[in-house]
């Protein structure tokens, strides 16, 4: 069902410091500058093999990632998850009452089609499917 580990979401205050940090400390270069204005965040991908690291800066107070660094501070916000067929999985599980936060594939970044798992379905760990 799952075909690849497509990125891993961390959360951080202050994009252009955390691209710095990385690419300084990780020696990795940046692939792809996003802000998704749907979603609340700008964001900063790093690939690594035939995943990403992607960086979150919330856009405000009030989004996803800027409630979670106000309760949790900065850190692991999600994993992403590759899939060939999202409404495919997205009907499964729905079958099997794991509770969706997207019922619908909605717009992810770089165009790809994306729906999130809600964390309480899944041991604490927000989850985000991706279609390519
Ligand atoms: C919140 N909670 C989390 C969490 N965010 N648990 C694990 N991982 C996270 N990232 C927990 C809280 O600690 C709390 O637990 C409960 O969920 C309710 O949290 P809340 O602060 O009251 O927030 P809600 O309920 O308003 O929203 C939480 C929810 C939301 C996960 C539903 O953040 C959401 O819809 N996320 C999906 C969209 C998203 O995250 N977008 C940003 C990434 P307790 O135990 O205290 O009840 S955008 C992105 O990633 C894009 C650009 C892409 O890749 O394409």
């Known amino acids: 069902m799952f075909d690849r580990v497509d990125h891993v979401g961390i959360a951080v205050r202050n994009l252009d410091a955390a691209i710095g940090f990385y690419e300084k400390t990780f020696g990795v270069s940046l692939a792809h500058r996003e802000r998704v204005d749907e979603q609340g965040v700008e964001e900063a991908m790093f690939r690594v093999g035939e ?3 992607q960086l979150l800066q919330p856009l405000g107070p009030d989004t996803p ?5 106000d309760k949790r501070g900065e850190g692991v916000h999600h994993v992403g998850y590759g899939v060939p067929d999202l409404r495919k999985v997205l009907d499964h599980l729905k079958e099997e009452g794991v509770p969706l936060i997207d019922a619908e594939p909605r717009r992810g970044s770089r165009g790809s089609q994306v ?3 809600h964390p309480k379905g899944v041991g604490g760990v927000l989850v985000e499917l991706v279609q390519e």
């Open 65 to 69: 990632v800027g409630k979670f660094i």
């Open 115 to 117: 729906a999130f798992v």
């Open 51 to 53: 995943s990403w690291i």
